[in-house]
């Protein structure tokens, strides 16, 4: 029953087919954290602005993004890109696109609830000192609020690494799909997913240990 | 653009009338699976992360701790994958099962190792005293957590449990990976059929935001009506998809 | 009624009871007192097993709490604890709270258990409030309700534990009312308290604890209160803080 054979896993292997689809979800894991903690952060300030006009717009591309799968945003970009820009697209490049955007509500999300769980007294001090809202936020909420929620911004990141693996849906070449091809190729799928789920565990649970280290350390300062 | 909502009407040949009929069918499907997968994931989820805070048994502590690490760990589509192609391939009886049954059991355990985690923390933010109280009125550690523990755990987690029950929707979606006719496999063959991409896209997309909605709405009424008088909790985050 | 013998305790490293033995014999109303972080609340806790103890014996009504093989949910739904922080149930309504372990732990059926709870809510003045929830009550109430859950119970003794300081100042006198009519009816009592005019008005004896889990002083309670020459100096020291602030 058990007749596992795991002789195709090696060197070669790796480099031919796995490497180059982990590069990629690295690379799209990496751009779509920073991209998404950059519109991310602008749209919690747009949230909190307390002007409608901002408030809005922001509140329904969060909420939108949010009660979406991640499956159907990523067709949606891969269908609509190529008829606004009027040419087609790479699956990779839609990729990086669509996890940009889609990440950008979640870190929002989280930042917004970082800059709340600033003590109101702060921002008040920072304005008692003159400090214009650009200053304020730059100067003093912003860094608090940062540290704070570093520990869940890293735990997004973790998710979104195995988020990364949805591309499959457009075709993109992710490190699933390295997999999956060289099992297809070798005609051992069964290896090739356990693999796989060995490799994206070793990863991600050693990541998740690292931020809890990092949790218990802010813990402290705190 | 034009707007072609006609093709709803049209006959796609095969099983379905319309095209409208098969995007209510995959709507069903869609919601079947996740509500089963739900179910088990809320049976399990609220068992393992229960077990992970018996102090006296560190062989569950460690069992649980290892479940929800082991399906946390892995991306959901590559647990449906495995369910799909490597377990039936491991233990041959399982190869009768069909593609519907597997994607609940993947769905429903990848969740239930989120669920354990908020069980975990819910029962872990409760006062050291009411295990204590519970305990000085001659109840067993299961009286205890029947009828003291898991009913105040389980109303401090139910805003997080509502953000779980909302992304078991949208994560039923990556059950087209292994061809279960749900809305997502929907979108992607009616698109490639018709062309009419943005129509097909607009009406899936809609369905899935009805279904967050009504979970959202339902659960509204159910936080309102296990609410405790006079108690007021502290406000509980959820992140993740 | 309860006996422990040379109990010592550590929480890792730090020794939080050490090498205590005192004796409580039935009716007898025993005040427990010393300063903070002297063991005392961790010792009532010990006398139903609430905490664990790494060496010493402890015995109440003859049976061994420190024997693995004891039935501690048995024995325990025959002492009463009164907690700081009261931990009445707060999902539970105050008749719930009251009838909860005597339907699921003695097997008493629920008209029975309301019956006899109810009889304790009005004993404590709050029958009329049977049917709010815990939140909804001040807390000189939840403890006043959390004395009558425990009362409930037919218990054989019944252990305090700083039943009063968690209290605004104007609700503490509700608490030991009931507190001194159940002793006066020969209740057996073991109070942790600062109270100290509750230990002089009701209590037969007084046990001081210090910092370390030590016990220093146990002794009546006129010898106690009536001559303070006789005392240690640690425990001078601890009555001039609390009785002349």
Known sequence: MLDLDFSFYNWAMISDFVLKGFYFSLVLTLIATLGGIVLGTLLALMRLSEKPFLVWPALVYVNGMRSIPLVMVILWFFLLVPLIIGQPIGAEISAVVTFIAFEAAYFSEIIRAGIQSIPRGQVMAGEALGMTYAQNMRLVVLPQAFRNMLPVMLTQTIILFQDTSLVYAIGAYDMLKGFETAGKLFGRPVEAYLLAAVVYFVICYSLSRLVRRLHQKIAIIR | MNWDWEIFFQDPGGQHTTYLEWLMSAWGWTLSVSLLALLLALLMGFMIGTLRTLPKHPGWVLFGTGWTELFRNIPLLLQIFLWYHVIPALVPPLKELSGFVLVVLALGFFTSARISEQVYSGIRALPKGQFYAAQALGMTTWQSYRYVILPRAGRIILPPLVNEMMSIVKNSSVAFAVSVSELTLFALQVQEETARGVEVYLAVTGLYVVSALAINLLMGQIERRVQIPGLVLPGATGGGH | ?245
């Not at chain 3, 309860?2 to 005040?31: P, T």
């Not at chain 3, 010898?223 to 303070?228: A, C, D, I, L, S």
């Open chain 3, 1 to 245: 009624m309860i006996e422990l013998k040379q109990v010592s305790k550590w929480y890792g490293a730090v020794q939080v009871l050490n090498d205590c033995s005192a004796q409580i014999h039935k009716g007898e109303v025993v005040v427990v007192c010393g300063p903070s972080g002297s063991g005392k609340s961790t010792l009532i806790k010990t006398i139903n097993a609430l905490e664990p103890i790494q060496q010493g014996e402890i015995w109440v009504d003859s049976i061994p709490l420190h024997d693995p093989k004891t039935n501690l949910p048995k024995l325990r739904s025959r002492v009463g604890m009164v907690f700081q922080h009261f931990e009445l149930f707060p999902h539970l309504s105050v008749t719930e709270n009251l009838t909860l372990a005597q339907v699921k732990v003695l097997g008493r059926s629920l008209d029975e258990a309301k019956k006899h709870g109810l009889e304790y809510l009005e004993r404590v003045g709050l029958i009329a409030h049977k049917d709010k929830f815990p939140g909804q009550l001040s807390g000189g109430q939840q403890q006043r309700v959390a004395i009558a859950r425990a009362l409930s119970m037919d218990p054989i003794v019944m252990l305090f534990d700083e039943p009063t300081s968690a209290l605004d100042p104007e609700m503490v006198g509700e608490v030991l009312d009931v507190m001194v009519s159940l002793a006066k009816e020969g209740m057996t009592m073991v109070v942790v308290t600062h109270e100290m005019g509750f230990a002089r008005k009701v209590s037969n004896r007084v046990i001081f604890m210090d910092v370390g889990g030590r016990i220093l002083e146990d002794c009546s309670r006129d010898e106690f209160f009536g001559n303070p020459d006789a005392r240690q100096p640690r425990t001078r020291e601890f009555l001039d803080k609390i009785l002349h602030h």
